[in-house]
């Protein structure tokens, strides 16, 4: 078997890619080694002590690793975490867990109350949001979770290699909320949610 890595835009992220699934909906965050207890990856991953993020997208996994931490020592084990994984199928979550799996679009945690008549606008901003920006931000090992619409400010939160990434601010505000403005006039800005 034979893992690719991918840099992204943020330094201290790389893209893992086994060549395989890695999840069969949605994805998931590993914000600590405490929320990586449901999973026995992301745990061996945060057992090296060097990781402060594990994403896993539909076929990547991206890893984020403390300041001052360097790749070249630390490649390789995450490299040998990976291939142990994958060679030996273990599962990916731990039994009795549901994993946690965020799907797009199934969220209801979201940070402001949402009004009835503007739901029209909301299903223009998710429409956006799953057919130009998301597949861009998984291409830079990440995702984007929509946490709602209020006063034409929409809240969205930046998960995976974009979450600590030096240039998200950048992307949010230039990019996702430039797309917005252009394709929903109702849309007036962006916020991290």
């Known amino acids: 078997m034979f893992i690719e890595t991918e840099t992204t835009p943020n330094p201290a992220s790389l893209k893992f890619l086994p060549g395989r699934k890695v999840m069969d909906a949605g994805t998931r965050e590993f914000a600590s080694p405490e929320a990586a207890e449901a999973s026995p990856l992301a745990q061996a991953i945060f057992d090296t002590g060097e990781v402060t993020n594990v994403f896993f997208g539909s076929d990547f996994i991206s890893v984020t690793i403390a300041p001052g931490a360097s790749w070249t020592d630390f490649k390789p084990q995450v ?22 799996i965020v799907v797009p679009g199934e969220d209801d945690d979201l940070m402001v109350e949402e009004r009835e008549e503007d739901a029209d606008v909301v299903a223009q901003i998710h429409e956006l949001l799953e057919t130009r920006v998301r597949p861009a931000v998984a291409g830079d090992g990440g995702d984007i979770q929509y ?37 929903v006039p109702e849309v007036t800005e962006v916020r991290a949610a």
Do not use: M, N, W
Request: aromatic fraction near 8%; hydrophobic fraction near 40%; glycine fraction near 16%.
């Open 79 to 100: 490299l040998a975490i990976l291939l142990d994984h994958f060679v030996s199928e273990a599962p990916l979550f731990a039994p009795g867990t549901a994993g946690g």
């Open 147 to 183: 946490r709602g619409f209020r006063d034409g400010v929409v809240y969205l939160q930046l998960q995976g290699a974009c979450s600590g990434c030096p240039s998200s601010t950048a992307t949010l505000k230039h990019g996702i909320e430039g797309l917005l403005k252009h394709y």
